[in-house]
């Protein structure tokens, strides 16, 4: 059965909304495996364990979270070959702009040349319905490309 890996960073309740609504969307797909990371814990094993892969971060002073940032910093030239071609997609959650953070995660991803199979979500401010039914449609979206 693929598997779906979750690779997020999650340190405030709505981020945690957020993240519910990742395994609700998922969870919409069968047949598929759910494996779900705190950044800061998630390493190369569980990369190549993966099939495909969800990043979720808050927008920090105008770049991603520290927390992916390690992640990435820890998986990158392991993983660089193994990983060519993985479908991914991304959802960041900000206060007022996450462009930075975006761009930041697109460029990393570029390098790894990774496939973006979802079109990313931005959230800003306080989730509501609207936002969240994104989150779901991301994490089934991506689930369904594996
Ligand atoms: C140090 C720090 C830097 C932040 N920088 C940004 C930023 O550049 N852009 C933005 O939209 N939000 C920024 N935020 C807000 C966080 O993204 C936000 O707190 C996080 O997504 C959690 O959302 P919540 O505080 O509404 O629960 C920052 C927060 C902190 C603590």
Redesign the pocket.
């Known amino acids: 059965m693929p598997r779906l890996l979750v690779v997020h960073h999650t ?5 945690q909304a957020v993240l519910e609504a990742v395994r609700e969307g998922a969870a919409l797909v069968e047949e598929v495996e759910l494996a779900v990371r705190p950044a800061l814990s998630a390493g190369p094993a569980d990369l190549l364990a993966a099939d495909g892969l969800l990043l979720g971060t ?5 770049y991603m979270s520290g927390a992916l940032k390690h992640f990435f910093d820890t998986v990158y030239y392991p993983c660089l070959d193994a990983t060519a071609g993985l479908p991914y997609g991304v959802y960041v ?6 462009a ?2 975006l761009t930041s995660i697109q460029r990393i991803t570029g390098a790894l040349r990774w496939r973006q199979v979802a079109a990313p979500v931005s959230l ?3 989730p509501g319905t609207a936002e969240l039914d994104a989150v779901r449609e991301l994490a089934a979206t991506v689930a369904i490309s594996l």
Do not use: E, F, R, Y
């Not at 340190?11 to 981020?15: F, H, K, Y």
């Not at 808050?58 to 105008?62: D, F, Q, S, V, Y």
């Not at 959650?93 to 996450?98: E, K, P, R, V």
């Open positions: 340190p405030s309740p709505a981020l808050p927008a920090n002073i105008g959650h900000g206060n007022d702009d996450t930075g953070a800003v401010g306080a």
